[in-house]
């Protein structure tokens, strides 16, 4: 079984800075694309950050030259350095990895549970 844990939400002031991480944990063998996603009520989950295990890395435009995701693969955990946070960006932040888990053939996507980011004066 593996599982995905996000830390670092919270609450904070806009121009702020804000780090998320996560942490894959379990049977896992190889972890390829880990990404950072999120979602507001009402509206579908959209892609924030990903990268991939070659180290190849896209932002979502309104992100862009903001936020830098990171990985250590040695870890198996992916961060989301978020700076001069903007109200557009409050939602729940959901952290997802692209797994392959012991005695499996195939490649899994897990998610995490979820942790809100609030930006707000």
């Known amino acids: 079984q593996v599982q995905l844990v996000e830390s670092g939400g919270g609450l904070v002031q806009p121009g702020a800075s804000l780090g998320l991480s996560c942490a894959a944990s379990?049977?896992?063998?190889?972890?390829?694309?880990m990404g950072w996603y999120r979602q507001v009520p009402g509206k579908e989950r959209e892609l924030v950050a990903r990268i991939t295990s070659d180290g190849s890395i896209n932002y979502a435009d309104s992100v862009k030259g903001r936020f830098t995701i990171s990985r250590d693969d040695a870890k198996n955990t992916v961060t989301l350095q978020m700076n001069s946070l903007k109200p557009e960006d409050t939602a729940v932040y959901y952290c997802s990895a692209r797994v392959l888990p012991l005695y499996r053939v195939s490649y899994d996507d897990y998610w995490g549970q979820g942790t809100q980011v609030t930006v707000s004066s």
């Open positions: 379990g049977r896992i063998v190889r972890i390829n694309a």
